[in-house]
Structures are given as structure tokens and as C-alpha cells.
């Protein structure tokens, strides 16, 4: 499955409003 991921202007990136912890 593909999932969208989106860059926050923190600098962070969250699937579907799915806060995704890493990196």
C-alpha cells in the first residue's frame, strides 16, 4: 500500500494525520 506522506513545517512527516515517529 502507498501511503501519502506530507512534510510539516516542523519538519516532520505524518501519514493521513498519522504522526509518524523517526527518523
Known amino acids: ?3 501519502v ?3 510539516r513545517p516542523n519538519g ?3 501519514e ?3 504522526t ?3 527518523g
Open 16 to 18: 493521513l494525520g498519522r
Open 12 to 14: 516532520e512527516f505524518y
Open 20 to 22: 509518524e515517529t523517526g
Open 5 to 7: 506522506a506530507r512534510m
Open 1 to 3: 500500500m502507498a501511503h
